[in-house]
């Protein structure tokens, strides 16, 4: 019963965040781009931050960016997206742009002297994650702030997640992010090409995102297969975008992570939206009769005695359900499974007992994730992703980052991907 109030009480909370009052010196925002996103990824967390003031919007088209301001009580609407750069009173910009434009973008704020939030994909491909995340635009003492909004990587579920998971000794991980169709158009943005579309650009972040952070944070060594389906009715032999995919990776350490995703998740096909599964190596925790503490405890309670010539091995598998969207709802799932066998020649392996061990976890705040860190449960991914950004402009330490190694990183596997389906790399802009 607490649990389906608590999960009511939050979700009311998502839509119908409490007003906080404005401190005296709040930075002062501008929004480039008026797309359906902005309130949910961006207002909603910026009325809920006491530094953050939305003071102004942009779009291509003046009408559309006057109307948006109108419903959404922002002061006032600028004429060109330059014309907001050029605004003084502006502090940060948020670029929600088509994944094409963010590039350019991106680098016009920051010659305007812009900290810049970016939506995620941060840029189309390796070469502008270069480029932009290496720009002397940010080297410089005072330079702005750059931050790829990577916001599920910034919520207590995936530190309680990765509280779990052993990096090195990881054997295989699968990560999807599955869309029902019926929800993106065949007409969407995010199939246009020119615009670096498809659904690899969509979720990759996501789904690749996960299985690098997973395995420590490195580029995977090797991009092994890559199977795609272009949208329904379309010549595969003419395709420039992908409509659903399947990606192997090979890791430094030798483990195998898998990445899926598809914006055209048939109902007949139905299973999880998205979900992140983690199966380490045989790890042997204890040989003879050398328990102690905690281990020992584990023993007693599981009615187990290691004795000289026996070692007992576990196999853990953790899984993070819901790691795009865990504020609505999430289960980060442990399962130890031991086996206790005998050791050396004469022994030979042979199994003595099995035994599994479960537990579910939650973290809808830093306290429930065991972390002394300001945070309430009806925080957005994105919520938790801005209270950094703020941090990092005002100069205070930050508790977690996504930093340029780590965007320039999510692109370069995007472009493995796309090399590996034989699907072109997402174009370059041409802005210098």
């Not at 054997?171 to 929800?183: C, D, I, K, Q, W």
């Not at 995977?220 to 990606?247: F, H, I, N, Q, T």
């Not at 009615?303 to 795009?324: A, I, Y």
Request: net charge neutral.
């Amino acid at each position: 019963m607490a649990s389906i109030v608590g999960f009511l009480s939050r979700n009311w909370q998502f839509f119908s965040p409490p007003t906080v009052p404005k401190g005296p010196q709040p930075l002062r925002f501008g929004v480039i781009s008026a797309a359906n996103i902005v309130p949910m990824a961006f207002l909603s967390p910026a009325s809920t931050h006491p530094e953050v003031v939305v003071t102004a919007v942009a779009a291509r088209d003046p009408a559309r960016a006057a109307a948006f301001a109108k419903k959404h009580k922002i002061p006032n609407v600028k004429e060109s997206y330059q014309a907001l750069l050029d605004d003084p009173d502006i502090d940060c910009v948020y670029i929600p742009l088509p994944n094409g434009l963010h590039y350019e973008w991106a680098v016009r704020a920051l010659r305007a002297g812009k900290h810049v939030y970016l939506e995620k994909p941060a840029v189309s491909n390796a070469i502008e994650a270069e480029k932009l995340f290496n720009s002397p635009l940010l080297k410089d003492p005072g330079a702005p702030v750059l931050l790829e909004a990577a916001h599920s990587w910034f919520y207590p579920a995936w530190s309680r997640f990765m509280s779990f998971v052993d990096p090195a000794g990881i054997e295989r991980a699968t990560s999807n992010m599955l869309v029902p169709t019926g929800f993106i158009a065949d007409s969407d943005i995010r199939y246009d090409y020119a615009l670096a579309g498809g659904a690899m650009m969509d979720t990759g972040p996501y789904t690749m995102g996960a299985l690098r952070l997973a395995f420590g944070g490195g580029v995977p060594v090797s991009c092994e297969k890559a199977e795609w389906k272009p949208l329904p009715g379309v010549d595969r032999a003419k395709a420039e975008v992908d409509a659903a995919y399947e990606v192997h990776f090979r890791f430094a350490n030798g483990g195998l992570g898998i990445a899926r995703g598809t914006l055209k998740m048939p109902l007949s096909e139905w299973e999880m939206p998205n979900r992140i599964e983690v199966v380490h190596k045989p790890r042997v925790m204890v040989a003879g009769a050398g328990a102690v503490g905690d281990e020992a405890e584990e023993l007693r309670k599981a009615g187990v005695s290691v004795k000289d010539g026996q070692e007992v091995v576990r196999v853990r598998t953790v899984s993070l359900s819901f790691f795009v969207m865990p504020y609505v709802y999430h289960t980060v799932h442990v399962q130890d499974e031991y086996t206790l066998r005998e050791t050396g020649p004469a022994g030979g392996g042979k199994t003595v007992k099995k035994w599994t061990k479960k537990a579910d976890h939650k973290a809808y705040s830093w306290k429930g994730a065991g972390v002394d860190q300001p945070g309430e449960v009806y925080w957005l991914t994105y919520r938790h992703c801005l209270e950094q950004f703020i941090n990092k402009v005002r100069g205070r330490e930050t508790k977690q980052w996504f930093g340029a190694e780590d965007s320039i990183a999510t692109a370069k596997m995007l472009d493995m991907a796309y090399e590996a389906a034989g699907l072109k790399l997402r174009p370059t802009s041409t802005y210098e």
